[in-house]
């Protein structure tokens, strides 16, 4: 059973991933922290074979915490859970052993692919044979294609539906996200539903004076 530690400041965004990661066999959440400080007092007391690491912390930087983690020979692995996509940044997680990177907003199917990707990896062992060998295990990180979309589904779009929803606390009907984007209220339906069907948000009528109950969205799910 591979332990992970999930370091992530937003206490929602922490659940989620820590349902994220509970429901990919194989996996086990060994403790959750909230700042950089949480994280070392974790590490301090019990081991852990990978971290889900924010790169935003209260405390500090991600990337200073790994730093000190390093020099104080913490070995575990990381993967980097945030919405940073400075390259340089990218560069010097890598130096430090991270493994993998997910940028916010994501679905579980995409942590998943990551997570299983890692387990392969780790699950390489012993002396390689030749250059082949090697190849093979490194390539169990990389990923082959971006997770697919439902069929008329765009990335770009659906990251744009997905951050207007977590910015509205009372949530959003098709018409609103649709006016909000320039969208048209079909099509933004289609990707609200596809944030509930990837439990990032949840529905419910909304009743009005007259005429059918349109549908309310609210994100429950956070992924900043």
Not at 186 to 208: C, F, K, M, N, Q
């Amino acid at each position: 059973m591979i332990r992970v530690l999930i370091v992530e400041d937003d206490p929602v965004a922490a659940d989620a991933h820590q349902l994220y990661v509970g429901r990919v066999p194989g996996f086990e959440v060994a403790a959750v922290a909230h700042t950089r400080a949480a994280a070392v007092r974790v590490l301090d007391r019990m081991p852990v074979d990978l971290l889900l690491l924010d790169l935003y912390l209260p405390d500090g930087h991600g990337l200073q915490l790994l730093r000190s983690l390093r020099a104080a020979g913490h070995g575990a692995d990381v993967i980097a859970v945030t919405s940073a996509r400075d390259l340089a940044v990218v560069r010097e997680g890598v130096s430090l052993g991270v493994v993998q990177y997910v940028l916010k907003p994501f679905t579980y199917p995409t942590l998943r692919d990551r997570l299983v990707r890692y387990a392969e990896f780790r699950a390489a062992a012993g002396e390689a044979s030749g250059q082949d060998e090697v190849d093979r295990a490194l390539a169990a990180l990389r990923v082959s294609r971006p997770a697919t979309l439902p069929k008329g589904l765009s990335g770009p779009t659906l990251e744009a539906v997905t951050t207007a929803l977590r910015a509205s606390a009372e949530g959003l009907t098709a018409s609103a996200a649709g006016e909000e984007l320039g969208i048209s209220r079909i099509t933004a339906r289609r990707y609200l539903e596809h944030l509930v069907a990837a439990d990032r948000a949840e529905r419910r009528p909304s009743y009005g004076q007259v005429g059918r109950p349109e549908l309310h969205y609210r994100w429950v799910a956070e992924t900043r």
